[in-house]
């Protein structure tokens, strides 16, 4: 069976963790990211090591051609596609006003309209295949009113809303959707630097790559439709509904206050 997972945003962090969980699990790759991101050699790697096959493909996401070079590909290749990975992503933190406006169309271009267009794009391939799975990787930030996030976090809002109502209709065809909203990752060294000075709170909700992939990949095979990783970001949740709005904008003020102020 030429049965494969196919995952965005495979070279670094999260979406290469995930790669390897799956490598792991002795299921074939086939590996998205921009062009000379490493992507050749982790393919190599993957397929030396864990007796898998791969393939890869170095293409901007951030544009709806390369949603259909990705298809046309997997097409050619006769490749079927069980498991879909949404991981690509473009992290942000500014005001919005000093934000580029080339930069936020490319950012919900990768963040939503590649993760829309692909699934819709593999939909037939999948069904073929099916029980299959969907997994589309969100952020806490979907959840929360951030200022200097706006945009992600709406990108992020949008995710978790089109998995929820995608996944009742998949349902029937036995493909799942799976959410997985994760609060801090220690994937970038700039990230795990600003995690480390953040209060503890947002400290202890952080999670390594490895440990997120697992859980996610874990929550994906299951059929879970939404996963909080971690004990304090489940905390965080009820918190939400049950604090008053004035304290929590204190509460994430004093968050975002301590980063500095770089640009994600
Ligand atoms: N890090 C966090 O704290 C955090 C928290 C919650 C959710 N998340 C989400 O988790 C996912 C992974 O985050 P991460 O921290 O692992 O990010 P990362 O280390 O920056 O990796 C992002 C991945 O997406 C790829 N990518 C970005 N823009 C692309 C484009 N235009 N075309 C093709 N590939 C592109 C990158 O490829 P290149 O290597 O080629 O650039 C890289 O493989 C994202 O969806 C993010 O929103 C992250």
Same mark, same amino acid.
């Given at each position: 069976?030429?049965?494969?997972?196919?995952?965005?945003?495979?070279?670094?962090?999260?979406?290469?963790?995930?790669?390897?969980?799956?490598?792991?699990?002795?299921?074939?790759?086939?590996? @998205?990211?921009?062009?000379?991101?490493?992507?050749?050699?982790?393919?190599?790697?993957?397929? /030396?090591?864990?007796?898998?096959?791969?393939?890869?493909?170095?293409? /901007?996401?951030?544009?709806?051609?390369?949603?259909?070079?990705?298809?046309?590909?997997?097409?050619?290749?006769?490749?079927?596609?069980?498991?879909? @990975?949404?991981?690509?992503g473009v992290l942000s933190r500014?005001?919005? %006003?000093?934000? /580029? %406006?080339?930069?936020?169309?490319?950012?919900?271009?990768?963040?939503?309209?590649?993760?829309?267009?692909?699934?819709?794009?593999?939909? !037939?391939?999948?069904?073929?295949?099916?029980?299959?799975?969907?997994?589309?990787?969100?952020s806490?930030?979907?959840?929360?009113?951030?200022?200097?996030?706006?945009?992600y976090?709406?990108?992020?809002?949008?995710?978790?809303?089109?998995?929820?109502?995608?996944?009742? %209709?998949?349902?029937?065809?036995?493909?799942?959707?799976?959410?997985?909203?994760?609060?801090?990752?220690?994937?970038?060294?700039?990230l795990?630097?600003?995690?480390?000075?953040?209060?503890?709170?947002?400290? %202890?909700?952080?999670?390594?790559?490895?440990?997120?992939?697992?859980?996610?990949? !874990?929550?994906?095979? !299951?059929?879970?439709?939404?996963?909080?990783?971690?004990?304090?970001?489940?905390?965080?949740? @009820?918190? !939400?509904?049950?604090?008053?709005?004035?304290?929590? /904008?204190?509460?994430?003020?004093?968050?975002?206050?301590?980063?500095?102020?770089?640009?994600v």
């Amino acid at each position: 069976m030429k049965t494969h997972t196919l995952i965005t945003g495979a070279s670094q962090g999260l979406g290469k963790s995930i790669a390897l969980e799956f490598a792991n699990r002795k299921m074939n790759l086939v590996l @998205v990211a921009l062009p000379n991101s490493g992507l050749p050699e982790l393919s190599e790697f993957i397929k /030396d090591n864990y007796n898998v096959k791969t393939h890869y493909l170095e293409l /901007d996401l951030s544009t709806s051609q390369s949603c259909h070079a990705i298809s046309e590909f997997i097409q050619e290749k006769q490749l079927q596609i069980k498991c879909l @990975v949404n991981n690509a992503g473009v992290l942000s933190r500014g005001l919005f %006003e000093n934000i /580029d %406006e080339q930069f936020i169309l490319s950012q919900i271009a990768v963040n939503v309209t590649t993760p829309t267009l692909l699934i819709k794009l593999l939909l !037939d391939n999948m069904k073929s295949v099916a029980p299959a799975s969907i997994l589309n990787i969100s952020s806490m930030a979907s959840f929360f009113a951030l200022p200097k996030k706006q945009v992600y976090g709406a990108t992020k809002a949008y995710l978790t809303s089109f998995s929820r109502s995608l996944g009742k %209709e998949l349902k029937p065809h036995n493909i799942s959707v799976t959410t997985i909203c994760p609060g801090g990752l220690n994937t970038t060294t700039r990230l795990c630097y600003q995690n480390r000075i953040m209060g503890w709170i947002s400290r %202890e909700a952080v999670l390594n790559p490895e440990d997120a992939s697992k859980m996610a990949v !874990d929550a994906m095979l !299951d059929g879970q439709t939404l996963l909080i990783p971690g004990f304090i970001n489940k905390c965080l949740m @009820v918190l !939400d509904k049950i604090l008053p709005e004035f304290i929590k /904008d204190r509460l994430a003020e004093r968050e975002l206050n301590k980063l500095p102020r770089l640009q994600v």
